[in-house]
């Protein structure tokens, strides 16, 4: 498989875009891609003709951390996940058929946002898809914020959130895949690291409580928000999944979902990109204060 060094770019509604003709060794697509992604929340690169590195399309490790390197540092840990090479940088994301591991991924949520330094962008890999099913979709942050009132907005504007490992899993149905929770406190609304557009940073899968408030109005008030923000089909982008088939997706622009709504085997690589230099900050609208969390 051989590319030009010409990149083909079609957007997708209601966002993101679908990269073919990718070449990984040509270093303007490289810098085309990375401002792509942060413009768009998501690229897709389908298996048939999406991409390549030198004379090989992207359907290896290798290849996926090649990706991935555009976008930062390789990550080599989480708590719950394996990884398959032996430097522990390609996670295996395997679900349903025989390994007694449930299609579990309910909620929309931004990975690793239980963490201080959460994930910067997440490249993934059909390897094994089931039958049918199975779809990835995604919602954009920004959107999210837009559709508060402009009330609740206000008051997020001043608020910080938990969030928790071991309860996102447990919400999931797999209360004992975490023995040692990690928590970590982030801004409700941030500021977009690149585009510097609102986004709430709030999801039902990891966010437990907002800081300083009683327990039963934060538990409320949340619930309030993510009915407020419930999104209709055209709102989602939904992408059904072909061995080969690589997503790219900026985890903080975007939330994303595992459909659970299948019965064979579903095998997904993924590799997740850290930000060693990333600043979480708080967006500033009427009558906020600039912070940030490193």
């Known amino acids: 498989m051989k590319s030009s060094s010409t990149l083909s770019v079609h957007q997708l509604k209601p966002f993101g ?13 490289r810098d085309s891609i990375k401002k792509l992604l942060y413009e768009n ?5 389908p298996a048939d003709r999406g991409a390549c590195a030198g004379s090989d399309p992207i359907s290896t490790n290798e290849h996926m951390l ?35 591991i449930p299609a579990d991924s309910f909620f929309f949520h931004s990975d690793m946002s239980w963490r201080a330094d959460p994930t910067r962008a997440c ?40 969030h928790s490992l071991k ?7 797999r209360p004992n895949a975490v023995q ?11 500021k977009h690291p690149d585009t510097d557009v609102p986004l709430l940073y709030l999801n039902p899968n990891f966010t437990i409580a907002l800081v300083g408030m009683p327990e039963q109005e934060s538990a409320e008030l949340l619930q309030h928000i993510f009915k407020e923000i419930d ?7 939904s992408h059904s999944w072909v061995p080969g088939d690589v ?3 900026d985890n903080f622009g975007v939330q994303h979902q595992a459909m659970a709504d299948y019965q064979g085997l579903r095998r997904m690589n993924r590799v997740a990109i850290r930000d060693p230099h990333l600043r979480i900050d708080r967006y500033v609208g009427e009558n906020t204060q600039q912070g940030s969390i490193t």
Request: hydrophobic content about 40%; proline content about 4%; aromatic content about 6%.
């Open 123 to 162: 490249v993934l890999r059909a390897s094994i898809v089931p039958p049918s099913g199975g779809n990835t979709r995604f919602r954009s942050a920004n959107t999210m914020y837009r559709r508060l009132s402009k009330d609740i907005q206000k008051q997020l504007h001043n608020l910080d959130a938990l």
């Open 231 to 237: 999104f209709t089909d055209d709102d989602t982008l």
């Open 180 to 190: 040692d929770d990690v928590q970590s406190i982030h801004p409700a609304i941030i």
């Open 66 to 100: 090649q990706l991935a390197k555009i976008f930062g540092e390789i990550e080599n840990y989480h708590p719950v996940m394996e990884s398959e090479d032996t430097a522990g940088k390609v996670q295996i994301l395997e679900t349903m058929g025989n390994t007694g």
């Open 167 to 173: 309860v996102g899993y447990a919400r999931v149905n």
């Open 247 to 249: 997503a790219v997706w």
């Open 41 to 45: 929340g998501v690229l897709l690169i």
């Open 17 to 29: 875009a679908k990269l073919t003709n990718v070449d990984l060794d040509n270093p303007e697509q």
